[in-house]
């Protein structure tokens, strides 16, 4: 769902549409021993189909451990209108009927927006990385927001304090300057790519 954000710096009736966020779905299903060929071989395809649908960024199919017989398939999308499409097509759900006789259980998530800023990317950089950004952003919010927050509110009760702190300090960092500075140093944090 796009929502439409009137912009209190663009001229009467301009609209302005945030950006879409990329979605990612994992879907766990714990397959009966006797179809895991079967399973596997289902799943290949459906990944295969699924990457042919527009907005896909990726699919992929996480095996289960020893002692178990959990799969896990983790579909990436662009936004929640690509994923929409993907999970209303007639491909999928004629791919979805022959699930009952394969899987004895499933479970469904969804992670989208903030959530999927804290999701790995599939060939990650050194961590150590990722942290000096992390902290620098950080750093550059917290000063910022002791010099021109602040020193207004020095009569709230120290919680009221922390919890303003706390709530501009997370939306800032996940939804402006993260998305900004992992696009600016892409390059750097995964080098390689």
Same mark, same amino acid.
């Given at each position: ?6 912009? #209190?710096?663009? &001229? =009467? &009736? ?6 879409? %966020? ?20 289902? @799943?290949?395809?459906?990944? @295969? ?5 527009? $907005?896909?960024? &990726? ?13 896990? /398939? ?5 936004? $929640? ?8 097509? @007639? %491909?999928?759900?004629? @791919? ?16 989208? $927006? ?14 150590? #990385? ?9 750093? /550059? ?17 120290? =919680? ?11 939306? /800032?960092? $996940? ?11 892409? &390059? ?6």
């Amino acid at each position: 769902m796009t929502t439409r954000l009137r912009s #209190r710096f663009a &001229g =009467p &009736g301009s609209v302005t549409v945030p950006p879409a %966020e990329p979605v990612t779905v994992t879907v766990a299903r714990v397959v009966r021993p006797d179809q895991r060929q079967t399973f596997e071989r289902w @799943a290949a395809d459906i990944l @295969a189909l699924a990457a042919t649908f527009p $907005g896909n960024l &990726g699919a992929t199919l996480l095996r289960p451990g020893p002692h178990s017989s959990e799969y896990h /398939l983790v579909y990436r999308f662009r936004d $929640g209108e690509s994923l929409a499409r993907w999970e209303r097509s @007639a %491909e999928r759900q004629a @791919a979805l009927r022959h699930m009952p006789e394969m899987v004895d259980e499933e479970r469904y998530a969804r992670v989208d $927006g903030l959530e999927s800023f804290f999701t790995r990317p599939a060939s990650p950089g050194p961590r150590w #990385r990722s942290a000096v950004l992390t902290i620098a952003a950080v750093f /550059l919010i917290t000063s910022t927001l002791q010099l021109l927050v602040m020193p207004h509110v020095t009569s709230w009760p120290w =919680p009221m304090r922390l919890l303003l702190s706390a709530c501009i300090v997370v939306v /800032l960092l $996940g939804y402006v300057v993260m998305p900004t500075v992992t696009r600016l140093f892409s &390059g750097w944090l995964r080098p390689g790519r």
